[in-house]
């Protein structure tokens, strides 16, 4: 099974609600909210909506997965995912915590209680990604049933177990600032897929600027084997978007605004706006008209 959905919410509640049955709670990284809250999220969500729920920052970047240290607010975590009925937990640690930090990780999963909850865990930085390295974290992984978080497009998990838990991050040269091609996500449909064995759930979540458009696009393409039109179909609904910019501006600036979106264009068929922007005189420019021109739109 192949579960879609978005890191935190990237529009209102109840339009994400009508649109996916999945979504990553990223605030309870950042702050721990009050329990009567997370019940409203619960009781407001429809029958089957699935939550997942990010750490707090205390575990993985404070306490840096001390276990002593980290046991009180791993409890409150566990509190909050049994109070929306989430089954999986998110450690991401930072790029600062290296594979020479492993006895602490080994420490902290074999230590805590997880009662029925599966916790997955996101490792970050180019330390990790070495093939050494990587076989000694399945290795422990593997021993202490916890699934590896990884971006499909950067190195898949080294260890799923029973579920196999997907982060996508973008593509282009700054995290987050990116929206993914049909070919791009076609590939990943195939890199999903690989994973997808048995009674194994795939949990897909998009963490990119464009998240929730191409949340939404993934799954009519599981779903129907076909994708949707962009929202940026056609001369005029690219007018339109760039008139939403702040004028006056300059090339640079849209680039590094609006460069990574996608378009449709007739004849061209899906072009990043970057593309069409490079070749446009550097200047300032005073309208989305003047702009538009330049570009040959």
């Not at 709670?25 to 699935?50: C, D, H, L, Q």
Request: glycine fraction near 6%.
């Amino acid at each position: 099974m192949i579960k879609i959905g978005c890191c935190g919410y990237p529009v209102g509640r109840k339009k994400y609600q009508e649109t996916l049955s999945l979504v990553e709670i990223n605030r309870t990284f950042y702050e721990i909210p009050r329990m009567s809250t997370v019940t409203k999220w619960r009781r407001e969500a429809p029958e089957g909506f699935e939550f997942t729920v990010k750490a707090h920052q205390n575990i993985s970047h404070k306490y840096r997965l001390k276990l002593s240290e980290s046991l009180e607010t791993f409890e409150t975590m566990k509190a909050i995912c049994r109070e929306l009925a989430a089954k999986i937990l998110l450690i991401q640690t930072p790029a600062s915590f290296r594979p020479d930090n492993l006895e602490d990780a080994k420490e902290f999963f074999r230590g805590v209680k997880r009662d029925e909850l599966t916790i997955v865990w996101e490792t970050r930085g180019p330390s990790w990604e070495k093939e050494e390295t990587r076989e000694r974290l399945r290795e422990i992984l593997e021993e202490l049933e916890v699934p590896h978080v990884t971006d499909p497009f950067r190195s898949l998990p080294v260890y799923s177990g029973r579920i196999a838990y997907l982060r996508l991050h973008g593509l282009g040269s700054r995290m987050y600032y990116y929206q993914y091609s049909n070919e791009e996500l076609s590939e990943l449909y195939s890199r999903v897929k690989s994973l997808e064995k048995g009674e194994r759930e795939v949990y897909v979540l998009f963490n990119n600027l464009s998240m929730f458009e191409d949340a939404c696009r993934f799954l009519s393409f599981v779903k129907t084997g076909k994708f949707p039109p962009l929202s940026l179909h056609g001369s005029e609904s690219i007018r339109e978007f760039m008139s939403r910019m702040k004028y006056p501006t300059t090339k640079s600036n849209l680039i590094r605004r609006v460069g990574w979106r996608l378009a449709e264009i007739e004849g061209k068929g899906q072009v990043r706006l970057e593309d069409l922007l490079k070749d446009v005189p550097s200047k300032t420019y005073r309208s989305a008209d003047e702009i538009l021109r330049e570009m040959g739109i």
